[in-house]
């Protein structure tokens, strides 16, 4: 059932989730489909978190925001939890493209091909790519693997920082990883994506979450949106309810897809933790932010052939660093051809967005006026930057806009518009919240593993198959 914002919640339920992104909302399936009673509160007055979109003129443009692409595995879970249909509209993007003063190469960015570029474009021997990704598949998230990015690279590629970057520069775009970062971690979200592609949903953002909506109500599922949690309600670090707008609902069981330190640090009261508990939830790192450029261009126009995913960057070389300046050198265009996006709607128009991982308190520092021409530079760079690939583009532009980390934050509660979640130590925190406080779960972005679309919904799968067993004791 939907509840309406007016509508008070009048029941008791098995398990409430916390915000309706991409992990609580599958779990929240799940949970519906095994019959329990779930109910999936959302602060924002739509479900997807940042699988979101927005409209701009009347419905005539349509900006997807995190709709970029995903790997292979997105299908099967897909099938599994949620339904065919969904499954069966993920398709590939076939023209992924890097440009950049030290390479221009296309790719289909699937294993065979990487390997095929690392040989014969960047003449790395064919035994050293081969163990590079022998080297990958078998790293293992339970393995005391203490090798961060930057010496992993340098193992394999010792002083080839092109390497570096055709590897590694996609995953900066995405997630906002470093060289210092845990090599596991690139190990688990590089072979998901090198495994069999890039891929994304056919239809948009908004069919998909619709579709999602619609299956969750048909599993049994209470939404409501517009009902931002403030509480956590515990009786003998139990949970016991969750507190909306004033008002206690009864839940045996809580999952949040809340950022996992707002969950701990602000959500339940202190004294339910024991102090080491504490501690680490207070030395989670939060992940980079976004910035966008959405660009959406008149009925008719037909965009040139440039790629679905283009990395672009005017840096010389590869500095994970220089990616997230506020001066923008390097940035991520995803083209949506709207005969490809949402061949459903024969007035989609044609729109291009510009993505760049960048720092919450690059923009928190700047003043108002700063700020406002601090993004409207940003979208003359932009612009400038596409021409190389759309040089008339400004003819055919009709409407332009630019999101930052501050926009970020204000959408999605998420302290410093930390786009994918925390860093590697999140995890922990994350899957022993449970342990500390009884029927208390999290599943959402932590980790960088448990990241993206695939990993915070698989993350969903995981914490929903907890639930279910701490229900049913
Ligand atoms: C600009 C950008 C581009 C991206 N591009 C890609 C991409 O190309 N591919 C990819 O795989 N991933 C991409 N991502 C990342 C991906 O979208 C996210 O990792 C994933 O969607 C996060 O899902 P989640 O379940 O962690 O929840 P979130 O999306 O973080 O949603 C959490 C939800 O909880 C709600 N909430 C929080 N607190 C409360 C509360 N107290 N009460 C009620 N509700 C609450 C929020 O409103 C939100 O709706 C991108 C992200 C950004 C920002």
Same mark, same amino acid.
């Given at each position: 059932m939907?509840i309406s914002v007016r509508q008070e919640i009048d029941s008791d339920y098995?398990v409430t989730i916390i915000?309706?992104?991409?992990?609580?909302?599958?779990?929240?399936?799940?949970?519906?489909?095994?019959?329990?009673k779930?109910l999936l509160l959302e602060a924002?007055?739509?479900?997807?978190?940042?699988?979101?979109?927005?409209?701009?003129?009347?419905?005539?443009?349509?900006?997807?925001?995190?709709?970029?692409?995903?790997?292979?595995?997105?299908?099967?879970?897909?099938?599994?939890?949620?339904?065919?249909?969904?499954?069966?509209?993920?398709?590939?993007?076939?023209?992924?493209?890097?440009?950049?003063?030290?390479?221009?190469?296309?790719?289909?960015?699937?294993?065979?091909? &990487?390997?095929? *570029?690392?040989?014969?474009? #960047? @003449?790395?021997?064919? $035994? +050293?790519?081969?163990?590079?990704?022998?080297?990958?598949?078998?790293?293992?998230?339970?393995?005391?693997?203490?090798?961060?990015?930057?010496?992993?690279?340098?193992?394999?590629?010792?002083?080839?920082?092109?390497?570096?970057?055709?590897?590694?520069?996609?995953?900066?775009?995405?997630?906002?990883?470093?060289?210092?970062?845990?090599?596991?971690?690139?190990?688990?979200?590089?072979?998901? &994506?090198?495994? *069999?592609?890039?891929?994304? #949903? @056919?239809?948009?953002? $908004? +069919?998909?979450?619709?579709?999602?909506?619609?299956?969750?109500?048909?599993?049994?599922?209470d939404i409501k949106l517009q009902a931002r949690v403030e509480k956590i309600v515990t009786e003998?670090?139990?949970v016991t309810g969750v507190v909306v707008k004033g008002k206690t609902v009864k839940t045996r069981?809580i999952?949040?897809?809340?950022?996992?330190?707002?969950?701990?640090?602000?959500m339940v009261d202190?004294?339910?933790?024991?102090?080491?508990?504490?501690?680490?939830?207070?030395?989670?790192?939060?992940?980079?932010?976004?910035?966008?450029?959405?660009?959406?261009?008149?009925?008719?126009?037909?965009?040139?052939?440039?790629?679905?995913?283009?990395?672009?960057?005017?840096?010389?070389?590869?500095?994970?660093?220089?990616?997230?300046?506020?001066?923008?050198?390097?940035?991520?265009?995803?083209?949506?051809?709207?005969?490809?996006?949402?061949?459903?709607?024969?007035?989609?128009?044609?729109?291009?967005?510009?993505?760049?991982?960048?720092?919450?308190?690059?923009?928190?520092?700047?003043?108002?006026?700063?700020?406002?021409?601090?993004?409207?530079?940003?979208?003359?760079?932009?612009?400038?930057?596409?021409?190389?690939?759309?040089?008339?583009?400004?003819?055919?532009?009709?409407?332009?806009?630019?999101?930052?980390?501050?926009?970020?934050?204000?959408?999605?509660?998420?302290?410093?518009?930390?786009?994918?979640?925390?860093?590697?130590?999140?995890?922990?925190?994350?899957?022993?919240?449970?342990?500390?406080?009884?029927?208390?779960?999290?599943?959402?972005?932590?980790?960088?593993?448990?990241?993206?679309?695939?990993?915070?919904?698989?993350?969903?799968?995981?914490?929903?198959?907890?639930?279910?067993?701490?229900?049913?004791?």
């Amino acid at each position: 059932m939907l509840i309406s914002v007016r509508q008070e919640i009048d029941s008791d339920y098995d398990v409430t989730i916390i915000g309706a992104g991409l992990a609580g909302m599958t779990a929240a399936n799940i949970l519906g489909r095994h019959g329990f009673k779930v109910l999936l509160l959302e602060a924002h007055n739509k479900l997807g978190g940042f699988a979101t979109w927005f409209y701009r003129d009347s419905r005539q443009h349509v900006f997807d925001i995190s709709l970029h692409g995903f790997p292979a595995g997105m299908i099967k879970t897909c099938r599994k939890y949620w339904n065919k249909e969904i499954a069966d509209s993920i398709v590939q993007l076939k023209d992924v493209r890097f440009d950049n003063p030290q390479f221009s190469v296309q790719t289909e960015f699937t294993k065979t091909d &990487f390997t095929q *570029k690392l040989i014969e474009h #960047f @003449k790395i021997a064919p $035994d +050293v790519v081969t163990a590079f990704f022998e080297h990958l598949a078998q790293m293992n998230f339970y393995d005391q693997n203490q090798m961060t990015n930057g010496e992993l690279f340098e193992k394999f590629f010792p002083g080839r920082n092109d390497v570096v970057r055709f590897l590694m520069e996609p995953i900066t775009y995405a997630n906002g990883s470093t060289l210092e970062d845990p090599a596991i971690t690139y190990g688990i979200v590089f072979s998901n &994506f090198m495994s *069999k592609g890039v891929y994304t #949903f @056919k239809g948009g953002t $908004d +069919v998909l979450i619709e579709k999602m909506k619609e299956e969750l109500l048909k599993n049994n599922v209470d939404i409501k949106l517009q009902a931002r949690v403030e509480k956590i309600v515990t009786e003998n670090k139990q949970v016991t309810g969750v507190v909306v707008k004033g008002k206690t609902v009864k839940t045996r069981a809580i999952i949040s897809n809340g950022n996992i330190r707002s969950t701990v640090l602000n959500m339940v009261d202190e004294e339910n933790f024991s102090s080491a508990f504490i501690e680490k939830a207070k030395n989670i790192r939060l992940n980079t932010s976004s910035c966008q450029v959405y660009m959406g261009f008149k009925a008719g126009t037909v965009l040139p052939k440039m790629g679905d995913l283009v990395f672009t960057s005017s840096y010389p070389t590869y500095v994970p660093e220089r990616l997230l300046d506020l001066k923008v050198s390097s940035r991520t265009f995803s083209v949506y051809y709207p005969e490809d996006t949402r061949p459903q709607d024969p007035n989609a128009r044609a729109a291009i967005v510009s993505s760049t991982n960048c720092r919450y308190e690059h923009w928190a520092a700047l003043s108002k006026d700063d700020y406002e021409s601090a993004k409207a530079e940003m979208i003359e760079d932009t612009l400038k930057g596409l021409e190389k690939y759309f040089p008339d583009l400004r003819d055919h532009l009709e409407t332009v806009e630019a999101a930052t980390p501050r926009t970020v934050e204000r959408y999605t509660l998420h302290p410093q518009g930390s786009s994918f979640g925390t860093k590697f130590e999140g995890l922990e925190v994350s899957m022993n919240l449970h342990k500390e406080v009884h029927g208390l779960f999290h599943a959402g972005s932590v980790g960088i593993i448990m990241s993206g679309w695939l990993g915070a919904a698989n993350y969903g799968v995981i914490q929903s198959n907890e639930v279910a067993s701490y229900l049913s004791k």
